[in-house]
Nanobody, 121 residues
């Protein structure tokens, strides 16, 4: 069973950057696809980005070009580099993992606890 722990959230001004980390333990991280989802207050959880075992990457349209997903299988860690942050990026960000890469959150078996990202001046 895979255990995921996010870190790196915080308060940042518009236009700023943050890097989120997702540390995995309990199983072989490289066996899993990894994704980031976010949920803003009063809104449904939405897909942000995903990366396959091989490093193929996918993004939702409104973060394409600003966010970069990556993974270091040797360190059992995934990352989400977020640049040019906007107030509408404010949300709780959660990493998820599953053997199948998908944009559908309900298909992911393993989740972290989430980390708050707040973009405000």
């Amino acid at each position: 069973q895979l255990h995921l722990v996010e870190s790196g959230g915080g308060l940042v001004q518009p236009g700023g950057s943050l890097t989120l980390s997702c540390a995995a333990s309990g199983d072989t991280f490289s066996n899993y696809a990894m994704a980031w989802f976010r949920q803003a207050p009063g809104k449904e959880r939405e897909f942000v980005s995903a990366i396959s075992y091989f490093g193929d990457t996918y993004y939702t349209d409104n973060v394409e070009g600003r966010f970069t997903i990556s993974r270091d299988n040797a360190q059992n860690t995934g990352y989400l580099q977020m640049d040019d942050l906007k107030p509408e990026d404010t949300a709780v960000y959660s990493c998820a993992a599953d053997v199948t890469l998908t944009r559908d959150s309900w298909l992911y078996d393993y989740w972290g606890q989430g980390t708050q990202v707040t973009v405000s001046s």
